[in-house]
C-alpha cells in the first residue's frame, strides 16, 4: 500500500506551511487539492512548487476555472495523471 502526502487549500488551511514540511521532509511525490484557490492564487502556488522538492503530482483536484495551460504544466512537469 502507498500513502500520498497531500497539499489542500481548504478554508482556513495554510498550504504556505505545507511547502516548509514538505521542503524539510524532502518529500518529493504529493498530491494536489487546488479546491480553494482563485486563479491568481493558483500562479502563486505553481511558483511555490517549480522552486520545491517536489517531482510528481499523481492526482490533482482540478477545478472548473481551470484552463488548458494549467493542466499542461501539472501533466508535462509533474506526470500528473488523474
Not at 482563485?38 to 481551470?66: A, C, F
Amino acid at each position: 500500500m502507498k500513502f500520498i502526502p497531500t497539499i489542500t487549500t481548504t478554508s482556513g488551511s495554510n498550504w504556505k506551511e505545507k511547502f516548509r514540511e514538505i521542503e524539510a521532509l524532502k518529500i518529493e511525490e504529493v498530491a494536489l487539492f487546488l479546491t480553494c484557490l482563485t486563479k491568481d492564487q493558483r500562479k502563486n502556488l505553481y511558483e511555490v512548487l517549480k522552486n520545491s522538492s517536489i517531482k510528481k503530482i499523481p492526482l490533482v483536484h482540478l477545478r472548473s476555472d481551470m484552463d488548458v495551460s494549467e493542466l499542461e504544466f501539472l501533466a508535462k512537469t509533474y506526470d500528473t495523471r488523474v
